[in-house]
């Protein structure tokens, strides 16, 4: 009992002292957008990435990681794209422990592309 609760606190100590950095690019430009370990994920805020797209990743600690990707549209945000990544994640490629994601509107064309890593 004591070998598992020591296992339970040491992996909550090292996903507190992790952040989960996303490479998100589209149109061209890339941009890294970080997440800090978070106890409840309803707060966690989405950033509007281009005209169209809305990007969140939540970092629950010791649980998962959540990614989620939503069109911007007129009567409000639409889900695109959902993954979730449970804890503990390994980089498994030169894109991170989530591999490279793309992600298409629906009506313009556009494409978003995104990869996550996790930082010390």
Known sequence: MKYWLSLAFLLSTVAQAATVAC???YG???RVISATPVASPYAV???QVGSYFLFRVVFEAGIAIKTYV???RDSGPVPL???TFSLPVTHSSRHGFSGQHFVYEPVRDGELQYWCELRP
């Open 45 to 47: 805020p989405t950033v």
């Open 23 to 25: 490479h998100i690019t």
């Open 28 to 30: 061209g430009e890339t």
């Open 70 to 72: 939503y069109g911007d």
């Open 81 to 83: 794209h959902q993954a």
